[in-house]
């Protein structure tokens, strides 16, 4: 976890990704979301894409669902899936690296700080189920703090010899799935 500035966390945010912040408005209803016990948040309502190049929605139908556990304990529950089935990457894909940014902060004037929470969690890029995972991120926020979560995808390939993380833009799917304040 680190404290940082607003503007700190906008350029965190966007260094992490590689890109600038754009909304899609007018894309299909949300399909990898779904946020139970949060007051404030996006329930199907279409996401906040963070890459004006490609939609998280394009690349998955799973549904990961954001749960406020209390005190500051974000959990991301990604279900049994296949990835090979149920996820769209780019040929010669060998893993997959689910990120996880969760940014906090009271939001309270000037001098408010933001707390910046990340994980991934990478996996294999096979025709094999793999299991439900639960992700619990801690981002040392106070109950009321508003917390933002945003989810990206990172592809790795085999090309020429190689094995590399994607760097397109097409391939570097990312958005806010979900907000709230903290209980």
Not at 6 to 33: D, G, H, T, W
Not at 34 to 55: E, K, V
Not at 124 to 136: C, I, R
Not at 164 to 182: D, K, Q, Y
Request: glycine fraction near 6%; proline fraction near 4%; include cysteine.
């Amino acid at each position: 976890m680190k404290t940082a500035s607003m503007q700190e966390a906008v350029f965190f945010i966007q260094k992490l990704f590689s890109f600038y912040y754009s909304s899609s408005l007018n894309r299909k209803p949300c399909l990898c979301l779904n946020l139970p016990g949060w007051d404030i948040a996006d329930r199907g309502l279409g996401m906040c894409q963070l890459n004006s190049a490609c939609d998280l929605r394009d690349f998955t139908g799973a549904v990961i669902t954001v749960t406020d556990n209390c005190f500051g304990e974000v959990m991301f529950s990604i279900p049994s899936l296949n990835p090979v089935k149920e996820l769209k990457a780019p040929r010669d894909c060998k893993h997959v690296n689910l990120k996880l940014v969760l940014v906090s902060s009271p939001f309270a004037g000037a001098g408010s700080s933001v707390n910046i929470t990340t994980q991934s969690y990478e996996f294999a890029y096979e025709d094999n189920t793999m299991p439900a995972v639960d992700l619990k991120l801690n981002c040392g926020s106070a109950v009321g703090d508003i917390a933002i979560a945003v989810i990206a995808l990172e592809f790795q390939v085999y090309q020429q010899g190689q094995t590399l993380w994607t760097t397109e833009s097409l391939w570097l799917p990312a958005a806010v799935i979900g907000m709230g304040r903290l209980k």
